[in-house]
């Protein structure tokens, strides 16, 4: 018996550790130099497209931030986001999470496009989503970081898995804290990322609910205001800004307004609504330069997310299809 537990135990040690080290080979595949021999101007040239976009649009700079997050909540960072549909392919550009509010495909297939010309076949699009989300950021005055590359790209989508996986504008807390730990990520992570809802908007149809609910949760000065452009019926398309103080900056004056209960969405919310981040969410609020810290500590870990690395997945050449 004592001879059988302890072959058992040596087992589970065995399977623990190739676990964990092929969990570490992983990471450490990725590199912040991983394109400097094979396309030493990669990261300039993505750049160049994303501040094109953002200097276009404002508002692009929250969109290619979304991207990278829907695209690593499901199936990890591979860019299957990007996939169109074709008879083999249902895209999750369909799914409910992305329908209709997913932008910023045009940018990053631009960038892809010029990286061909010069690099053609080395750069993934995978990696162009995670720098964009970097340059994104910085853009608009939130922090820099840096970007862990040699991501490859999937040669599949998941539609299902994108109906389930990526958070919802109504999710109760729990079901946002278990849902990123899913992923590997902290409830710090969950409040830190959630900071990106300082810039970009939303559409009446996912606040609506939560202005006329006449809850406590809601200031209701700041529900009569929303109430303007979004009525009860119809109009659901209309947009408002997620943070309304500095609608168009990366700071920390979207957890100030969650204390002062003007959340535009219920999963905003919830962040500061008697549970266990509501702490974060008043460290953040007083304190810019730790949100700015932990939040690109959180994009990186983000970005860490299942990538496929080595011989796994492939170089699209254009990144809505597989080659």
Not at 31 to 59: G, K
Not at 208 to 228: L, P, Q, V
Not at 301 to 310: A, F, H
Request: net charge negative; aromatic share 6%.
């Amino acid at each position: 018996m004592m001879s059988i537990s302890n072959n058992s135990f040596a087992t589970i040690v065995v399977i623990f550790s190739l676990v964990l080290l092929s969990s570490m080979q992983c990471r450490a595949q990725l590199s912040s130099t991983f394109y400097d021999r094979t396309c030493p101007n990669a990261l300039n040239t993505i750049r160049t497209s994303v501040e094109q976009a953002v200097s276009n649009e404002r508002r692009m700079a929250a969109s290619l931030i979304r991207l990278h997050f829907h695209d690593c909540f499901v199936q990890g960072c591979d860019a299957s986001i990007l996939l169109d549909e074709t008879p083999t392919i249902v895209s999750e550009k369909t799914a409910l999470p992305n329908l209709g509010s997913a932008r910023g495909y045009d940018i990053i297939e631009d960038a892809k496009r010029e990286l061909e010309k010069t690099c053609p076949g080395v750069v993934s699009c995978a990696d162009i989503l995670a720098v964009a989300a970097r340059d994104a950021s910085t853009l608009v005055g939130g922090p820099s970081w840096t970007v862990k590359l040699g991501r490859r790209d999937s040669t599949t989508a998941s539609h299902p898995l994108a109906e389930i996986d990526i958070p919802g504008p109504f999710d109760p807390l729990d079901r946002l804290i278990s849902g990123f730990a899913n992923k590997g990520l902290s409830t710090r992570d969950v409040v830190a990322l959630s900071g990106a809802h300082s810039i970009g908007q939303a559409q009446c149809f996912l606040f609506r609910d939560r202005i006329y609910s006449n809850e406590t949760d809601i200031d209701d000065g700041f529900a009569s205001i929303r109430k303007r452009q979004c009525p009860q019926e119809d109009q659901n398309g209309n947009l408002a800004p997620l943070d309304s103080v500095t609608p168009n900056q990366l700071d920390n004056n979207y957890f100030k307004n969650l204390i002062q209960r003007k959340g535009l969405l219920q999963s905003d919310q919830v962040l500061f609504s008697g549970g266990s981040t509501d702490s974060i969410v008043s460290e953040y609020s007083n304190n810019s330069h730790t949100f700015a810290s932990d939040f690109a500590a959180a994009m990186i870990r983000l970005g860490d997310i299942s990538p496929l690395t080595n011989q796994s997945g492939i170089i699209r050449t254009v990144c809505g299809s597989i080659n």
